[in-house]
């Protein structure tokens, strides 16, 4: 048994707040020497193949004549033995989500029975207790293991699994996990053959049962590490980092385990060092310990940086803590953890203050699955879908409703996007609080991240059993990180049960009753926990209940929800509300909103498509979020035929004092635009030239034009990024649109478009936005939706060019150059 990731040992001993977060590690195809002692190893590189829920025979024997869990070691489950044949699985690359290729499937059942309500919740994909043939999945690899690793300590890291996963090394079962979100480690170096044989890794993984409402994905949707190290080590998540800011400097405090995992008392030296932004440093006083045979101890330290980089939204700056264990001359184990130096706080009359100055929260709630790739997202893709919502001026993300993955948060942290981490579940029960344990070792000393929640609309959130259980879990967040606040998303009940709890009261949806909420509580920060929720198809003005089309004018919500603009108004005018998450950031898989029947299999909620292609509630946003940039934004499309005399409802959304209106050059008029609101005019359609010209203090600063389209006659192709790193992980992110002759876009487009590649590089998904899709994501062609589709292609392992193409039947095609950069570039 390996102590230090055994959830009932730290709760059942108290163990002292000191694990950490460690940094991001590089990936590649095996273990390499360095000049750390301690070896880490990206194990991305799996074969697959689905088992079968309810025959053992094509579970590949699980369960065999009931003797799974005999004998240790003989598991009767071929498909983790060690001679078992794999070489006709198909190979796959982590993050993998294997219900993401899975085809559709309507139950038969009528409408609004459960069985079509809980397929609609997870996008109608053929999973779950009705499909025992989909929903198992079994992983093998083989781990290279030498004469050079006897003695030392070798486990496995996983970042998240979903769900029910039992892995076994050689044929041992060697670990379990429940979760489909909390990370979690196994240690294998008892069973491993250091002799020269094969050390095989098998996983099984069950996702028949689900854990949200949601689209959920199956697999290895994140990253898996083998990390080897001495028996006197620093453990997982070792140190815990924190500041505190005055006018003369940071005072610093680290906090880091030592853990001897070996037969013999063992004595030594902590160094430490803080590794600044810019690269200075500043050492820590060493730290001796002796230790006796598995035991562990906690050395404490701190150090003052003078004229310190403060992390922030706008200048996301990062330290570093370098650690290492010397005994005798010889360093042992050496690692590494991140930090930001800022503080962070919640007031009942400011909002939300970091680094003392008042900062609004302009934030979304995203779950966690794009097109084409399900939840199995690759980190240059967390990255785009940051990016996506920072170029809308977003600055917060709530992680709705289970933990996020490291790599987000190391993004978040990199980027300057502000994090709201929430446990999937709200309970105090053995497990519930192992994975809250390790979720807050993991994540706390991410400094994006601002506030821990607790809970969403939890049935029992208003009942004193849901405030105790609440307060159950803020204990432990007080134990592990005294300095973030908790919170809990509240649909009612504000003003009892675990609303009396937590620090921070969230309201989704009733953005309205926050004013009298906090005229009655004035001591109580708020914020809107979930607000908006528009619906809307992309590129769509006009509803159609038959065809599931929602217009996307910012009037269409369900009746528990809002408008962006009515939500805004009221959070914008009051600063003791520290800002709001807009349900969502992205249209997502599952809870298909507001068509809750087959065919809709994702939700219309996003300001931005499944794809990350905007809709144009993210011009409204992006005009008051970034209202420093002039911005006019001009909806619909001006293409028309047969409406010729019509009225069109024309909206600008805009942040500049006056906007003018003008249809072929003849001018409808100026009006000026509301704080925080739109503009609309009713427009007899002519075909031509629409623009609205944005206005401050008289002059022109900007304009949007729209123009009637003619047939459709090419693809134009583009990339978020030409320069790419190879070593088989990195992404990059194809957008094709249709357009005509002239190069304007068709905003019916909808010609079938096929995407290849010349070049170490694939295309590993397509989406193209179309909430009633319901073509393959794991494939290379997609039909356009509104003229738009979206293709993800991977970087292969060598450096060099690679050229991406579309073409489509009867349109001239493109192709875009992309160069892979050598890994260490």
Known sequence: MIEDFTRRGVLATGATAVLASTVAIPSGAGAKETVSPRLRERLAEWRFHLGHAADQERDFGFGRNQRTFAKAGNSTADAAMAKFDDAGWQAVRVPHDWAVALPFARPEKPAGKDSEDAAAAHGFKAIGRSFPGNSIGWYRRTIAVTAADRGRRLWLEFDGVFRDCLVFVNGHIVGRNESGYAPFAVAIDDFLDYDGGPNILALRV??????????????????????????????????????????????????????????????????????GPDGREVALPDATFRIAPGERTTLDGEARVTAPVLWSVETPKLYRLACEIVVGDRVIDADETRFGIRTVRFDAERGFLLNGKQVKLLGTCNHQDHAGVGSGIPDALHAFRIAQLQSMGSNAWRSAHNPPAAALLDLCDEMGMLMIVEARLNSSDEEAMGQLDRILRRDRNHPCVIAWSLGNEEPQQGTDKGARVTAAMQAHVRTLDPTRPTTFAFDNSWDHGAAKVVDVVGFNYRTDKIEGFHQSFPTVPTYGSETGSTVATRGAYANDAAAHVARAYDTEHPWWASTAEAWWTIAAARPYIAGGFVWTGFDYRGEPTPYAQFPSISSYFGILDTCGFPKDNYYYYRAWWRPDEPLVHLLPHWTWPGREGQPIEVWAHGNCEEVELLLNGRSLGRKAMPRNGHLAWSVPYAPGRIEARGYNKGRRVTRSVCETAGPAAAVRLTADRRMTKAGGDDVAMLRAEVVDAKGRPVPDADQMLRFSVQGDGAIIGVGNGNPTSLEADVASERRAFHGLAQAILRVGAKPGPILATVSADGLKGDAVRIVAMPADS
């Open 206 to 275: 069950d996702a028949t049962l689900g854990e949200g409402w949601f689209y959920e994905g199956a697999g290895l949707y994140r990253h898996v590490d083998l990390v080897r190290a001495d028996p006197l080590r620093m453990p997982q998540w070792h140190s815990v980092v924190r500041s505190e800011v005055g006018a003369d400097g940071a005072r610093v405090t680290a906090a880091t385990e030592v853990f001897n995992s070996g037969a013999a008392e063992a004595s030594g030296t902590l160094r430490r060092k803080l590794v």
